[in-house]
């Protein structure tokens, strides 16, 4: 579980309530079920509308990786594969087909199969590269979910406060009341506003952040592969692929994204 997204969820509605609090306002008086209807409701079904069942259908696969990342120990990769251009100096890059095989990254036996087999490099690279694009389009999917969501919570939100205000200016018999029917009807643009910021948009920006990080893993595998290929001296691999290290401390969804044959 990612502790920072869901930490950081509930301390922006602590901070909005916190200050609404400390400025004297009543903590009733922000729980709605019409506004939280209109804007929530509304959203789901703009967002519905916008995109085809088989995209909604990965929406939960969207939110797992939100919340559920997976390490992937870009160190010990390295390790892998300079054991592995080691192996392939003194042995033929044959003797790597059992790491083709069983080696727990996907990406990295994908890569290894190809050249056991004997592949042009620049087919495998090719190959690898489309991999990795459609990786990328992946995430780039489920990211413009929510980004969609982001979009359209706010305008349900002014939606319906002019419903609030409709109603407010039909009754203006009344003047005793109008006050808080105002403060209702604008709850609802806090609440299409608060959800876009706090919730929607910062989640799409967090799953282009997990595909950046994959997708660098997969580059820096893709160098390994073809350095292997190669026949390149180990310790000027291991130098080439500790440039794609960075201190992200090696999260990513690796190995999830790969399709088993």
């Known amino acids: 579980m990612d502790l ?6 509930i301390a922006g509605i ?7 609090l400390w400025e004297g306002g009543d903590a009733g008086g922000l729980l709605q079920g019409a506004a939280a209807l209109i804007v929530f409701g509304g959203t789901a079904a703009a967002v519905a509308i916008s995109f085809p069942a088989s995209r909604l259908k990965r ?12 390490r992937s120990d870009n160190e010990q990769l390295i390790e892998d594969v300079v054991n592995m251009s080691m192996h392939a100096r003194r042995a033929g890059v044959l003797a790597l087909e059992p790491q083709a095989v069983s080696h727990e990254n996907a990406f990295l ?11 042009d490099r620049d087919v495998i690279r090719q190959i690898l590269e489309l991999e990795m694009a459609k990786v990328e ?6 990211a413009k979910i929510f980004d969609s969501a982001g979009g359209y919570a706010p305008t349900m939100g002014i939606i319906g406060t002019v419903m609030g205000l409709i109603q407010v200016l039909g009754s203006l018999s009344e003047p005793t009341g109008l006050g808080s029917s105002i403060a209702v009807a ?6 299409g506003v608060a959800s876009a910021n706090l ?5 799409a920006s967090k799953i282009r952040a997990r595909s950046e990080l994959e997708t660098l893993t997969m580059e820096m595998l893709l160098e390994g592969i ?3 290929q190669n026949g390149e001296n180990p310790q000027l691999v291991r130098r080439k692929l500790e440039t794609f290290l960075t201190d992200t401390d090696g999260y990513s969804d690796n190995e999830p994204r790969m399709r088993e044959e």
């Open 4 to 9: 920072t997204t869901i930490i950081g969820i």
């Open 14 to 20: 602590a901070a909005l309530i916190g200050g609404f």
């Open 59 to 70: 929406l939960p696969q969207a939110i797992r990786t939100v919340l559920v990342p997976v």
């Open 109 to 119: 036996r994908e890569g290894l199969q190809q050249v056991v087999d004997g592949t």
């Open 137 to 142: 389009q992946e995430y780039e999917q489920h």
């Open 186 to 191: 604008f709850t609802a643009t806090l609440y």
């Open 199 to 203: 919730i929607f948009l910062p989640l």
């Open 226 to 228: 073809l350095s292997i």
